[in-house]
């Protein structure tokens, strides 16, 4: 017997989620629909809101709800730093450590060469024109420490490369607190290839 | 040790691609030594504790033991071999640029142990040297000679001469060059004796042998590629533009 045609309709659309198969898709129907209709329409309500007033911040590209986001008003910011980070999670991160008080820009995504997700894909051109305001001084580059991240990393320097800026990149090494013993040797490797005169 | 065709351990191996799979999962290609490229999947290895996490990175030497007789074979353990500088900044596109070749061009589950060798040393030339070029062209002949391609660079394959570095030739994918004369080129790529004869000898000194080889290696790599172009083609040309 097949399901109706709007249980069907449901889970399909519920397999648009990362990591959703039909499997998943099926249960959290069933449970949107049999358990938790508070839940489901909630979710109808902040995903209709979301999608009618989340747009991209004009100047650090994050989520907002404004044509500027609130961090990029800020004027509590240092205004000649600009950190790239690939993520709103990775931003995220980097205010919990409380260690950087410049603005930000959020590539949304990364260079991934063999997918096709090239320089155009993740607005590089819109980077260029947000460091080139005249104000930033630095970029800090802070794009994960996966080869694509590295390849993000090393275009954006490239792409800057031409312009008065100085274009830095964070560092890596071993975490803070991390014992020898029970790093990964990528990690090591890196670290003594990387390391420093103190 | 109980001898199992559908396990394998400790194979020497590159990472040449990895993509999501499932929320917590990476599916993995894989150019191993003894049985050529092969896709694992590498469960979990996205979770932020996953001992894979932290290994599974292209461009290193790996010992992979993997299991299962479906086309995606289940990937145990990985274990870091290590002794090679990363790649950084320019090197490290033309590092993609090669995986990109071997995801595209080699076919699953097909040995190809000297190519796995000179996968190898191109890497770590790409490591140490300044000059990219040469590195790139002598990568994708002997990849072609491997796969069953092999250019010919040396003599004329209509008259059986050798090349003659003064004189223009049209070189035909398959085939080989032969003599221009006063015959037209639309079914091959017009280029100079010199050009085909530096090739050979792997001297990239000169700077229309550049430019001429790589339109060469173009054009024979885009009949062998088909309709769908080299990512990494596109973005080594929009670095060079910038
Ligand atoms: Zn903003």
């Known amino acids: 017997m097949r399901a109706p045609a709007s249980l069907e309709d449901l889970i399909e659309s519920l397999r648009c989620l990362p990591g959703v198969g039909p499997r998943s898709a099926q249960r959290m129907a069933y449970h949107l629909l049999q358990r938790d209709h508070i839940g489901a329409h909630q979710l109808v309500k902040a995903l209709d809101h979301a999608l009618e007033h989340i747009k991209h911040c004009e100047k650090c590209n994050n989520f907002t709800e ?84 590295e390849a993000t990393a090393h275009y954006i320097s490239e792409l800057l490369h031409t312009q008065e800026i100085k274009v830095t990149r964070i560092a890596r090494g071993l975490p803070v607190g991390g014992e020898l013993e029970h790093v990964d040797s990528g990690t090591l490797a890196q670290a003594v290839l990387e390391r420093r005169v103190i | 040790m109980i001898a199992n065709k559908y396990r394998q351990d400790t194979e020497p191996a590159f990472v040449l691609h990895a993509y999501p799979y499932l929320e917590t999962s990476l599916v993995v290609e894989t150019f191993t030594r003894n049985f050529g490229r092969i896709p694992m999947i590498a469960k979990g290895a996205k979770r932020p504790r996953s001992a894979l996490r932290g290994l599974l990175l292209a461009f290193q030497p790996l010992h992979l033991s993997w299991a299962g007789k479906s086309e995606l074979r289940t990937l145990h353990k990985v274990e870091w071999q290590g002794g090679q500088p990363s790649l950084q900044g320019m090197a490290l596109i033309c590092g993609f640029y090669l995986n990109e070749l071997l995801v595209r061009l080699l076919r699953r589950e097909d040995p190809h142990e000297q190519l796995f060798e000179y996968y190898q040393e191109t890497l770590i030339a790409l490591s140490s040297q300044q000059d990219y070029t040469p590195i790139l062209r002598h990568f994708e002949q002997r990849m072609l000679k491997e796969l069953g391609y092999a250019l010919t660079l040396s003599y004329d394959v209509t008259t059986n001469k050798p090349l003659n570095a003064q004189e223009k030739y049209c070189y035909e994918i398959e085939r080989g060059p032969k003599i221009l004369g006063a015959g037209d080129c639309s079914r091959g790529l017009q280029l100079s004796g010199r050009t085909l004869l530096d090739m050979e000898t792997g001297d990239y000194s000169d700077s229309i042998t550049r430019q001429q080889s790589k339109a060469l290696m173009r054009y024979i790599l885009n009949h062998y590629l088909g309709d769908q172009p080299l990512h990494t083609r596109q973005l080594l040309k929009d670095l060079q533009q910038l």
């Open chain 1, 66 to 149: 404004k044509a500027i986001c609130e961090l990029c008003c800020s004027q509590r910011r240092n205004a000649e730093l600009l950190c790239v980070v690939e993520m709103p999670a990775d931003l995220l991160m980097m205010e919990q450590a409380n260690c950087y008080k410049g603005l930000y820009f959020v590539l949304m995504g990364k260079l991934s060469p063999l997918d096709g997700i090239g320089p155009k894909e993740i607005h590089l051109d819109r980077l260029l024109r947000r460091a080139k305001d005249g104000i930033v001084q630095e970029v800090v580059l802070a794009t994960n420490f996966t080869m694509e991240g």
